[in-house]
């Protein structure tokens, strides 16, 4: 399937803004089941200095700085994406979670070290013995890793509610565990921090998903959102992505922007100000099929 993307982000201040630095995960990365064919940024006030590059996790990376006065920030990306379907999986025919768990203690495989760095806190996600007993719920010994992840990603879809508003992105996991509600980074943060406790690697993965209208209604513009979902390491396949939100494994509806080790490495729209005072934050989002 192929996509045309737009994402509009507008920041409105009180206060002009005198000088402004900016880094930007708004440009699809490549993947084996996803290829960008054309991605564009334009940016208002034009900024005076512009560079592109990769971060660590190699996703793609545009730095700004604005250095005339504003009191309106505005960022237009804009992209088509051709995306496939995952390839099919037999969860139960992976490996048991725990012999990978094992493994990668050890391993010298450069695909697995890589993985391993996955396999830790990070500063949005941090595990507690709470979170451990709720894992451990759908990892019981000898269970094959995948079919581990698929319980635990239905779990999370039948125990929490989806409500925006009552998090942010600095709500910690542990209260997301406390008070059973969040909006799709939450639930991702939650699943990350159960792999992670058990020793296993887990990515955040930022992106779009595709939205349907209600029956007999059209499609508003803009009505898509920014998503995340969470890809776990199975030796035998590598990266599989698994949607706590939605209670899937993504398929060529879910659209990859770029992937770290939670929100804070991969975060849209992200940087610093001089002045400004308050400022409101408006965000449209359209994904229809080309």
Known sequence: ??????????????????????????????TPRQNPLWSTIVVEPTPSL????????????????IQEPHEQLEVRASARVDVQAAPPTTPELS???DAVAREL??????????AYHFAFDSPYVASNGEIDDYARLSFPPGRPVLAAAMNLTGRIFN???????????????????AQR???CQDFAHLELACFRTLGLPARYVS?????YPPPGQEKLVGSDASHAWISVWCPELGWVDFDPTNNTIPGNEHVTLAW???YGDVSPVNGFMVGGGDHEITVAVDVAPA
């Open 1 to 30: 399937m192929i996509y045309n993307i737009s994402h509009r982000t507008v920041f409105s201040y009180s206060q002009a803004v005198s000088i402004s630095h900016h880094r930007l995960h708004l440009m699809p990365r490549s």
């Open 181 to 183: 509600r969040g909006v």
């Open 95 to 97: 490996r048991p979670w």
């Open 207 to 211: 992106g779009y998903l595709l939205t």
């Open 159 to 177: 125990d929490f509610t989806y409500e925006g508003g009552v998090t942010s992105v600095s709500t910690p996991v542990t209260e997301v565990m």
């Open 260 to 262: 770290g080790r939670d």
């Open 50 to 65: 512009r560079s592109e590059s990769r971060d660590y996790f190699g996703n793609r990376v545009i730095y700004l700085t």
């Open 105 to 114: 203690e050890t391993t010298r495989d450069a695909d697995a070290l890589d």
